[in-house]
T-cell receptor, first 112, second 113 residues
Framework: AQSVTQPDIHITVSEGASLELRCNYS??????LFWYVQSPGQGLQLLLK??????LVQGIKGFEAEFKRSQSSFNLRKPSVHWSDAAEYFC??????????FGDGTTLTVKP | KAGVTQTPRYLIKTRGQQVTLSCSPI?????VSWYQQTPGQGLQFLFE???????NKGNFPGRFSGRQFSNSRSEMNVSTLELGDSALYLC????????????FGPGTRLTVT
């Protein structure tokens, strides 16, 4: 069965610092991978996705993620964090977009 | 283009009652999925509909059901509500089923007392 692990429940970074959120997945075939962001009381917004091709994918809001098949990882990065990036981030894997398995999420706090 | 809309946004029900939640996908999207989000269990897949047919179902009891109409709008129903059903219910739509990204609505916050 497919699964997603986000090892960090909570991460705190200073504004302007770099960010990396970890995601490890378990899936039998080549997965579809997604990162979403959720602000309090809101739905999920897609940051980026990986289906195939270039393993470094660019997303919205200055985020990028790198797919590493050998490590079964899809870590999310941002070079310089803004206070507005404080939110909860979810990694997801799916055979297709309509049915995805989500990680437990990582809550990002940004210090001024 | 309007996003995914869900109604109502907030709902309070009593144990034993039933509830129906509604989701209108983005115009032209034919795939609708439902998820339950709770602090303890996280985001869990409920079911997925495409062209009025249920394509996948998550590991939820039969009290949870859904349907999709010809205009792609979807409803989910929960009967005999339990306290544990309190959650944020999220609907997501996508253009196609294979390899397409999902767009999420704001969710319906259900509280069962």
């Amino acid at each position: 069965a497919q699964s997603v692990t986000q090892p960090d429940i909570h991460i705190t970074v200073s504004e302007g610092a770099s960010l990396e959120l970890r995601c490890n997945y378990s899936y039998g075939a080549t997965p579809y991978l997604f990162w979403y962001v959720q602000s309090p009381g809101q739905g999920l917004q897609l940051l980026l996705k990986y289906f195939s091709g270039d393993t470094l994918v660019q997303g919205i809001k200055g985020f990028e993620a790198e797919f590493k098949r050998s490590q079964s990882s899809f870590n999310l990065r941002k070079p310089s964090v803004h206070w507005s990036d404080a939110a909860e981030y979810f990694c997801a894997v799916g055979e297709r977009a309509g049915k995805s398995t989500f990680g437990d999420g990582t809550t990002l706090t940004v210090k001024p | 283009k309007a996003g995914v809309t869900q109604t109502p946004r907030y709902l309070i029900k009593t144990r034993g009652q039933q509830v129906t939640l509604s989701c209108s996908p983005i115009s032209g999207h034919r795939s609708v999925s439902w998820y339950q989000q709770t602090p303890g269990q996280g985001l869990q897949f409920l079911f997925e509909y495409f062209s009025e047919t249920q394509r996948n179902k998550g590991n939820f009891p039969g009290r949870f059901s859904g349907r999709q109409f010809s205009n792609s709008r979807s409803e989910m129903n929960v009967s005999t509500l339990e306290l544990g059903d309190s959650a944020l219910y999220l609907c997501a739509s996508s253009l196609r089923v294979e390899g397409d990204e999902q767009y999420f609505g704001p969710g319906t916050r259900l509280t069962v007392t």
